[in-house]
């Protein structure tokens, strides 16, 4: 797990908006794949292991000392229950907030949490979530196309500095697609896999995402603000249509 860098949020210019990418911390479906990789069926959305939840408390200790917590603005997170564990446990509230051992952290300041279907795991035509069914996944160009179109989104949001809590692959194939398009705050290549509840930091331009990506397939996707305690998945009396933002 890499720790929080940024000691001070950056100036951003009016036309900037400072990310803060969050993968999830280790989930049961990454401890299984270990093991065995037919066992990922069992666990289309998995909750964080007790390794991930260790994870989660470190982190969060690293977002509150580094300064980081106190500058971001909004957590816009996957909503799949791994991502949404982690956003709540790095960046939540003290009601909020709460491991599978019962442990809480206190917090003087916290953004607010809502769930966004674009910046979720790969996506799939049918209704069910079947995201282990390799024929009919997304391909990388299709979820790097889908990331674009979820910056677009977000650059189109009032917050200046945003923490955006996804997968592996969505924030890899993302910043890939962004490439030479941003401004990465670390030392180390910011386009390899991400690790488990690693944060990587990037100043992104609005113009820099004009003319990319492609809405050719209308789909629509929603966005909701998360409620105390992790009643998480439904959150449709708030719910905006991304679509409707972007388009």
Not at 25 to 35: K, M, R, V
Not at 36 to 50: E, G, K, V
Request: glycine share 6%; charged share 25%.
């Amino acid at each position: 797990m890499e720790t929080a860098s940024p000691t001070s949020s950056p100036y951003l210019l009016s036309n900037q908006k400072l990310l803060h990418l969050v993968r999830h911390a280790q989930g049961l479906h990454n401890l299984g794949a270990e093991t065995n990789r037919d066992s990922l069926t069992q666990f289309i959305d998995a909750a964080l292991s007790p390794l991930g939840w260790q994870q989660v408390r470190a982190q969060r200790e690293n977002v509150s000392a580094s300064g980081m917590l106190q500058g971001i603005e909004v957590v816009i997170t996957s909503p799949l229950l791994r991502t949404l564990q982690t956003s709540v446990g790095v960046f939540g509230s003290e009601e909020q907030q709460e491991d599978h051992c019962g442990n809480k952290t206190s917090t003087l300041n916290h953004p607010p949490i809502i769930a966004a279907e674009l910046c979720r795991e790969r996506m799939i035509e049918s209704e069910e979530d079947t995201l282990w069914e390799a024929d009919e996944r997304e391909t990388n160009e299709a979820v790097a196309a889908r990331g674009i179109k979820f910056i677009k989104w977000v650059l189109g949001r009032k917050e200046r500095e945003i923490a955006v809590v996804s997968h592996g692959v969505f924030l890899q194939e993302t910043l890939i697609a962004l490439k030479n398009k941003c401004l990465p705050l670390m030392d180390t290549d910011p386009f390899t896999r991400f690790g488990n509840c690693e944060i990587r930091s990037v100043i992104i331009f609005n113009r820099s995402v004009e003319g990319l990506g492609s809405d050719s397939r209308k789909t629509n996707y929603y966005c909701g603000r998360i409620p105390n305690g992790l009643q998480l998945q439904d959150s449709a009396k708030d719910n905006v249509s991304v679509d409707q933002v972007i388009n």
